[in-house]
Nanobody
Framework: QVQLVESGGGSVQPGGSLRLSCEVS????????MTWYRQAPGKERELVAG????????DYADSVKGRFTVSRPAGETTVYLQMDSLTPEDTAVYYC??????????????WGQGTQVTVSS
């Protein structure tokens, strides 16, 4: 069993900052990919930022490059999304997605419960 718990969402004024976290726990052998997605009302879910095994560095959507930073401290099973210079267009429900190998050596794809981010004046 694997659990993902997201936290850190909320309301902020334009130009403000928020930090999201996604803690992964349970029957984990190896975490492979950790990715943040978001879904705004009436829009499809889109990739925001990700840490993918085998790549040279984080991936970011063009719309958030230079403003968002995804990170996972060494030895932790938590992924963070630091969001700076927020705009109303960043308003959405943010979801954490994790691909991993569990302790029975099976591939798993897991989603967090989502956390609301609202940017408005």
């Amino acid at each position: 069993q694997v659990q993902l718990v997201e936290s850190g969402g909320g309301s902020v004024q334009p130009g403000g900052s928020l930090r999201l976290s996604c803690e992964v726990s349970g029957s984990i052998f190896s975490i492979v990919h950790m990715t943040w997605y978001r879904q705004a009302p009436g829009k499809e879910r889109e990739l925001v930022a990700g840490l993918r095994s085998g790549t040279s560095g984080p991936d970011y959507a063009d719309s958030v490059k230079g403003r968002f930073t995804v990170s996972r401290p060494a030895g932790e099973t938590t992924v963070y999304l630091q969001m700076d210079s927020l705009t109303p267009e960043d308003t959405a429900v943010y979801y954490c997605n994790v691909n991993l190998i569990n302790t029975t050596f099976n591939w798993g794809d897991y989603w967090g419960q989502g956390t609301q981010v609202t940017v408005s004046s």
